[in-house]
C-alpha cells in the first residue's frame, strides 16, 4: 500500500545512504508503520537468525531477500533500481508522509494508549496534573525566571 518495491523500503530506512540499515531502524520503521498483527521483536529475530549481519547490519541484498514481498531481479538490476531509487529519496519520504496522513486520525499507538494509562493512573486526569504541576512550583519558577529577565531589561 505503501510502496512499490522492496528498495523502496530500503532506501526509506538507509538512514545514511550507505546501502545498508540496522536491525534498530528496521525495528523503528515498522512500529513507525504500525502493521497490524506484525510482531516487530518477531521480524527482528528472524531477521536476526536469516541475514548475514555484521554489528546488526543488514546489507542491501540481505534485506532485499529476506523482506521482499515480489519476485526478485537478479542481484545487479536491484542495485541499480535501488541507486536510482535513492535518488530520489525524497519522492518515496513523500509516499510514506502521505500515507501516513491518510491512517485514521481516532486511531491511538498501542504504546501510547498504555503510556497514557500508566499517567492517569499515577496523576489521574489531565487537570489534576497541572495541578499536581503547580503545586510542585513548576509554575512559579517558570514564571520567576521569565519575571527576572524583565526586571533586567528594565535598568
Not at 31 to 49: H, M, P, T, W
Not at 128 to 153: D, K
Request: hydrophobic letters at 40%; aromatic letters at 8%; one cysteine or more.
Amino acid at each position: 500500500d505503501i510502496f512499490d518495491h522492496v528498495v523502496e523500503v530500503m532506501v526509506a530506512w538507509d538512514l545514511h545512504g550507505n546501502n545498508s540499515t540496522t536491525l534498530i531502524d528496521i525495528g523503528r520503521g515498522l512500529r513507525f508503520l504500525k502493521i497490524q498483527g506484525c510482531d516487530v521483536n518477531k521480524v527482528i529475530a528472524e531477521a536476526s537468525a536469516n541475514c548475514s549481519l555484521t554489528d546488526g547490519v543488514v546489507n542491501l541484498k540481505e534485506f532485499v531477500k529476506h523482506f521482499s514481498w515480489h519476485p526478485l531481479e537478479p542481484m545487479a538490476e536491484l542495485s541499480a533500481r535501488y541507486d536510482t531509487t535513492k535518488l530520489q529519496r525524497a519522492v518515496v519520504m513523500g509516499k510514506v508522509r502521505a500515507w501516513k496522513a491518510r491512517q485514521q486520525p481516532d486511531h491511538i499507538d498501542p504504546d501510547l494508549g498504555v503510556v497514557c494509562s500508566r499517567l492517569r493512573s499515577k496523576w489521574g486526569t489531565i487537570s489534576s496534573m497541572f495541578s499536581a504541576f503547580r503545586a510542585t512550583g513548576i509554575e512559579r519558577r517558570s514564571s520567576a525566571g521569565s519575571n527576572q529577565s524583565s526586571a533586567g531589561n528594565s535598568s
